[in-house]
C-alpha cells in the first residue's frame, strides 16, 4: 500500500469529527439502553459473567445471531467494567476503523474512493449501528476485511476475517459464498467441470478463503442444531429454519433496496452516460422487468405478515409516509427499485455474485429489512472505490461505453 495522499487523509479526519460530533449529540453514548440493545445487554452481562463462556452458554444465549460480538462485549465489560458505553465507544472505533480501511486500501483514484466512501457510509443503518451496542458493524468489519484481503490474494487473512464475521453474523457468509462462486465459475469457464477444473477448484486461494466462511456456517449448523440456539428459535417461532420453507419476498425486497440505496448514487457519482443504467437491447430491459414484476405478483413483499415488526426498513417506512397504506403503489415501486437492481447486474460479475447470493439467502431469513443489505452494499461501493487507476486513465471515471466489449477498460468485478 503506497502512502496516503493528504486528500484521503483529510477525509478521515472529517469522518473522525463527525463522529466525535454525533457521540456527543448522543450524551458521550450514555443513554438508556434503546431498542435491541434492552437484550443485547443482558446477554452481553451473561458473557462478561464467563469470559470463557461454557457450552451450556454458548447454545442457550437467547439471541439469534452468533455469539462472537457478545464474547468481546463482555471481555470489554469484564476487563473495564465500563457498562453500555464501552461496548458503544467499541462499536464507534471499530466503524471507523472500517472506514479507515476502506478509503486507505481501496486503489482508485481519491475523487473515486472518497466518493465511494461518502456513498456506503450514507446508508443509513451503518451509522445507526454505529453508536449503539448491536453486533452487525464488527461483523461487516470482518467481513469487508476478508473481501479486500482476498483481492489482494492474502487467502489466509481473508479466511479466518471471514470466519469471525460468519461468528458475528450468520447473514455475513453470502460475502464469502459469493466470492467463492464467481471464482468457481471463472474457472469452470476456463478448465471445464472434469480433471484439471475440479483439481484447480479445489487448489484456488479464492476458492478455499470462500470455503472457510461457509464451512464456519456449517460449523455453528452443526453446534447448535439449526441456525441459532434452539431455545430462541423457538421462542421466536422462526419457520424459515425449516428446510422447505423459503420467503420469496424478503429476497425482492432486498432487490428493491439495492435499486434505491445504490443503483441511482452509483449512476450518478461513477456512470453519468444514461446508456449504462439500461445498456442492452430494449427487448432484454423489457422481458427482465416484466419478469421481475411476475415475481412481485406471486410473492409481493407487502409487509413482514408472520413477524411482529410490521414495517421493512427505512425504504418501506418512507414509501408509507408518500403513498400511505396504498400496497399496490408501494409494491409497484418496489418492483420498479428490483428492476433497476436486476437490470443493472444482469451481466455476470462479482458485484452481481454478491448480489444473487444475498437475493437467495435472504429467502431464509425471517423478516426482510434494509439493514441486511448493509455488507452487500459496503463491498458494492468498495469495487467502486477500487477500481486501478491504470484502468481508470483508459475510460473517463463519468462517462464509460457501455459495449461489454469493451469491459477491458472497465473493472470487470463491477458488472
Not at 40 to 59: C, K, Q, Y
Not at 62 to 76: H, Q
Not at 368 to 375: E, F, G, N, R, S
Not at 389 to 413: G, H, I, K, N, T
Request: charged share 15%; proline share 6%; with cysteine.
Amino acid at each position: 500500500m503506497s502512502a496516503p495522499s493528504k486528500r484521503r487523509l483529510v477525509f478521515l479526519a472529517l469522518i473522525a469529527a463527525g463522529y466525535v460530533l454525533i457521540a456527543w449529540r448522543l450524551d458521550w453514548l450514555g443513554f438508556a439502553p434503546a431498542k435491541d440493545e434492552v437484550h443485547f445487554w443482558p446477554t452481553t452481562l451473561r458473557f462478561a459473567a464467563e469470559p470463557i463462556p461454557s457450552r451450556t452458554l454458548l447454545r442457550s444465549y437467547g439471541e439469534l445471531n452468533t455469539p462472537l460480538p457478545f464474547m468481546v462485549f463482555g471481555w470489554l465489560e469484564a476487563a473495564l467494567g465500563g457498562g453500555i458505553v464501552v461496548g458503544r465507544l467499541f462499536n464507534a472505533v471499530v466503524s471507523f476503523a472500517m472506514a479507515v480501511l476502506f478509503v486507505l486500501s481501496a486503489r482508485g483514484r481519491d475523487r473515486r474512493v472518497i466518493a465511494a466512501a461518502i456513498a456506503a457510509w450514507t446508508f443509513p443503518y451503518l451509522i445507526g449501528t454505529s453508536f449503539y451496542l448491536y453486533t452487525d458493524v464488527l461483523a461487516v468489519a470482518f467481513a469487508l476485511a476478508g473481501f479486500i484481503a482476498v483481492r489482494r490474494g492474502m487467502r489466509w487473512t481473508g479466511a479466518v476475517a471471514f470466519v469471525l464475521a460468519v461468528s458475528s453474523r450468520q447473514y455475513m457468509v453470502a460475502v464469502p459464498a459469493a466470492l467463492a462462486l464467481h471464482r468457481g465459475i471463472e474457472i469452470i469457464r476456463e478448465r471445464g467441470v472434469r480433471g484439471r477444473g475440479v483439481a484447480a477448484l479445489a487448489a484456488d486461494p479464492v476458492v478455499m478463503a470462500g470455503a472457510a466462511g461457509v464451512g464456519a456456517l456449517v460449523g455453528w449448523f452443526v453446534f447448535f442444531g439449526g441456525f441459532a440456539p434452539a431455545n430462541e428459535i423457538a421462542d421466536q417461532a422462526i419457520r424459515t429454519t425449516s428446510a422447505g420453507v423459503i420467503l420469496p419476498r424478503n429476497g425482492l425486497y432486498f432487490l428493491a433496496v439495492i435499486g434505491a440505496y445504490f443503483v441511482p448514487l452509483s449512476y450518478l457519482l461513477f456512470d453519468r452516460d444514461r446508456r449504462l443504467l439500461f445498456w442492452g437491447p430494449r427487448w432484454v430491459v423489457a422481458a427482465v422487468v416484466l419478469a421481475v414484476g411476475g415475481l412481485f405478483l406471486l410473492f409481493p413483499p407487502v409487509r413482514n405478515l408472520d413477524y411482529d415488526i410490521e414495517t421493512m426498513g427505512f425504504l418501506d417506512k418512507a414509501l408509507r409516509r408518500l403513498v400511505g397504506d396504498h400496497d399496490v403503489v408501494r409494491v409497484a415501486v418496489l418492483w420498479m427499485l428490483a428492476s433497476m437492481a436486476v437490470v443493472r447486474f444482469r451481466r455476470w460479475s462479482l458485484a452481481s455474485a454478491l448480489v444473487l447470493v444475498h437475493a437467495v439467502m435472504l429467502m431464509k431469513a425471517h423478516i426482510a429489512w434494509d439493514k441486511y443489505a448493509m455488507v452487500c452494499l459496503v463491498c458494492l461501493w468498495y469495487l467502486h472505490a477500487d477500481w486501478p487507476p491504470a484502468e481508470a486513465a483508459r475510460a473517463p471515471a463519468r462517462v464509460r461505453p457501455p459495449d461489454p466489449a469493451l469491459a477491458a477498460q472497465q473493472d470487470p468485478s463491477l458488472g
